[in-house]
């Protein structure tokens, strides 16, 4: 019997779907395309997965949300693909995987970095099922900030009606503050803290 | 492009998987916070200090197969640290170079920005000897910290204003200290201050690496880079009064070259690929007749 394998290829998998997040970082907004694991057990999402096993691994505590952690395969999963510590507090992780971004949070509960070391912060991978610019996702937000060539839209859905004003309070602690990494069904899109997000009437 | 023949028993790009995730991780958050300094746990190269450790970790990091590399020392792509680096890549990962910015997926530099605007599928990797701008202004690592975290930069607009007071005019050069998005000041790296405007608004992602200090920071495409000034003594890139010996471009930025024992010297272009395509578009310099074959052929 073979043994399980995340990526087919670890070395250049691993590669792009590092890429793709950097990109979608450094360029707030875009959709970034990611080749997610399929082998991923529900409802961990195959491109939240696959952000995952790229970045983590027993250098980087990960905190899963109520539904992630009430899946026990989940947690079994990432231990043996990342061999990250599984659990961890939210004020204390390097990532927290996020399956119901609907109750997302509080975003102040995670590690928030400090004024000289704002850098040891949490990055949150937030599953949305649509992402990029598909008309029909239930929200539409308006990006502006480093990144941006005056300003992006991002449609996506899944989100709380009320993540603009927590984006916010989360810009205005800069240079402390968490990113957030969207994994939509095909890639990824980012809302780092330096991002001013509003939100778009419908 | 030639295929080289990679090197066995090194994984590609050379350094392992989980020091590219540690890197991989330090980027990601220095994107997050331009213009910050990331610490990382830099790694022993199989090359000195000094030598663009830093520039090669952050490359080795987010390199991948179907990349184009490109790497110049100065503007050059034919001098020893740019050649033993493209080297180094060619036979640690097999990915192609080039020496045309244009085609360039990557582009890893110590110190100049090319000539040629960047665009948006482009990452310009530099080396860094010392990342932290305020230094030679404070030795202490815990201090100029805690300087930057309450943005106090007072101390560095004293050692331009001592500039002044002391030669008339800012006579810092290169090194020349920004300020980035209105909130940390950043150290360019040694990159002369001729190409410090073309650091704003840069449509390429802009990644810093210094290996010795074990320091990351980065600016964001389209991130706004100030070069600090006063209002009666604005930022000025550096101008020349000669045009390119070789080419005749008057807007590029230019090395003094000596020729003889006699005080012969002339200047040419430091981005040798943009001058080398002004060439070959027909462009001529005033020496460019007398150049060696090699060089003047590079026009045919």
Redesign the interface.
């Known amino acids: 019997m073979a043994l399980a394998r995340a990526f087919a290829d670890p070395v250049h998998d691993a590669q792009q779907t590092f890429r793709a997040v950097m990109n979608a970082l450094a360029r707030p907004g875009t959709l970034q395309p990611v080749a997610g694991l399929t082998g991923a057990p529900a409802p961990l999402s195959p491109v939240a997965a696959a952000v995952a096993v790229a970045l983590a691994d027993y250098e980087t505590p990960l905190w899963l949300d109520g539904r992630l952690a009430a899946a026990p395969d989940v947690a079994a999963w990432l231990a043996f693909h990342t061999g990250a510590r599984i659990g961890a507090a939210p004020s204390q992780a390097a990532f927290a995987l996020v399956a119901d971004a609907g109750i997302l949070p509080d975003l102040a509960g995670f590690a928030q970095g400090t004024d000289v070391y704002p850098d040891r912060s949490t990055t949150l991978i937030v599953q949305v099922a649509e992402l990029g610019p598909i008309a029909s996702a239930a929200m539409r937000v308006r990006l502006a900030g480093p990144g941006i060539s005056g300003h992006a839209t991002l449609a996506v859905s899944c989100l709380p009606a009320d993540i603009a004003d927590r984006l916010a309070a989360n810009h205005a602690l800069f240079p402390r503050g968490v990113d957030l990494v969207l994994a939509g069904p095909e890639g990824v899109a980012a809302l780092p803290r330096t991002t001013r997000v509003t939100l778009v009437e419908a | 492009m030639t295929v080289h023949q990679t090197a066995s028993g090194y994984?590609?790009a050379y350094l392992d998987?989980?020091t590219?995730?540690?890197i991989?991780?330090?980027?990601?958050?220095?994107?997050?916070?331009?213009g910050?300094q990331?610490?990382f746990a830099s790694r022993e190269m199989p090359m000195p200090y000094g030598w663009g450790t830093g520039g090669v970790q952050v490359t080795a990091?987010?390199?991948?197969?179907g990349d184009r590399l490109k790497v110049i020392d100065q503007g050059a792509d034919d001098t020893t640290n740019a050649v033993s680096i493209r080297k180094f890549f060619e036979k640690t990962s097999g990915v192609e170079t080039t020496t045309h910015t244009a085609d360039a997926t990557i582009i890893q530099t110590r110190h100049r920005i090319p000539e040629k605007t960047l665009t948006?599928d482009q990452v310009l990797v530099y080396q860094v000897p010392i990342p932290e701008p305020l230094r030679f202004l404070e030795p202490r690592e815990t201090e100029t910290?805690?300087m930057?975290?309450?943005e106090d930069y007072g101390l560095m607009h004293v050692k331009l204003y001592e500039d002044i007071a002391t030669h008339g005019h800012i006579a810092t050069t290169y090194a020349y200290p920004v300020k980035v998005?209105d909130?940390?000041v950043m150290d360019p790296s040694p990159t002369p201050k001729f190409d410090n405007p073309k650091m704003n608004?840069c449509?390429a992602?802009q990644l810093f690496g210094a290996g010795r200090e074990k320091r990351i920071y980065?600016?964001?495409?389209?991130?706004?880079v100030v070069s600090l000034d006063f209002e009666d003594h604005p930022f000025e890139p550096t101008k020349f009064d000669h045009a390119c010996a070789l080419c005749g471009a008057t807007h590029t930025y230019l090395d003094e070259v000596i020729t003889d024992d006699a005080g012969g010297r002339m200047f040419v272009c430091s981005d040798t690929d943009h001058c080398e395509e002004r060439r070959a578009e027909g462009h001529r310099g005033e020496l460019l007749g007398e150049a060696p074959a090699a060089i003047a052929g590079a026009a045919e």
């Open positions: 994984n590609f998987e989980q590219k995730r540690m991989r991780r330090a980027i990601l958050k220095a994107i997050a916070i331009p910050y990331v610490p990091a987010i390199l991948g197969s948006a910290r805690v930057h975290a309450l998005e909130r940390y608004d449509a992602l980065a600016l964001p495409p389209h991130t706004k």
